[in-house]
């Protein structure tokens, strides 16, 4: 079988999917499209090709965090007249209930950080976050060696560390 991961469209049967979390299944289902067309997100889906079933989603979109939420530890590697940090936000991941312990998280995950690595050569962005909605999500990004941000719940991995998967 061959998948590939492109942009949302019309022709995609987003009412179809569900992964039994209700706020990534209305997501797709109700406010995904209006998101992109207003350009607050983009959204890929993970499709079998000559499909229109989502097998997966996620989306991308431009963020920003405050200074005061990096590690001290990375902190100090950063110039101090920066009062927020640019960074590229991983906002929703979901896999359909009928494909999920397939290895398609681990898939999309990978396509959602290569296109951010990418993406962060045209525009400034020091890490991919996340904000995992329970604690099997934060159990999912931990094991991908993203880095707890203190008091907010997030997520990062710096983009520095991405760039290692990408270039040898």
Known sequence: ???????????????EFCCETAQLDNYIHQQ?????????????????NNSNLIKGYYTLSNNSIPLS????????????????IPTTLL??????????????GKLLLIDALKRSYII????????????????DA??????YGFIK????????LPMKTIKQLFEK
């Open 149 to 156: 941000l203190p008091d907010s719940g997030k997520m990062f």
């Open 32 to 48: 995904a499209s209006q998101d992109v067309k207003r350009k607050l997100s983009a959204c890929f889906v993970l499709i079998e």
């Open 91 to 104: 906002g929703r991941l979901a896999i359909d209930k009928n494909h999920q312990g397939n290895g398609f």
């Open 138 to 143: 934060e159990s999912f990004y931990n094991k």
């Open 1 to 15: 079988m061959n998948f590939i991961t492109i942009n949302l469209g019309p022709e995609h049967k987003k009412n």
């Open 69 to 84: 939420l990096i590690p001290e530890s990375i902190k100090k590697q950063l110039p101090k007249s920066y009062k927020s």
């Open 120 to 135: 962060s050569k045209s525009v400034g962005s020091f890490a991919v976050i996340v904000d995992p909605l329970d604690n």
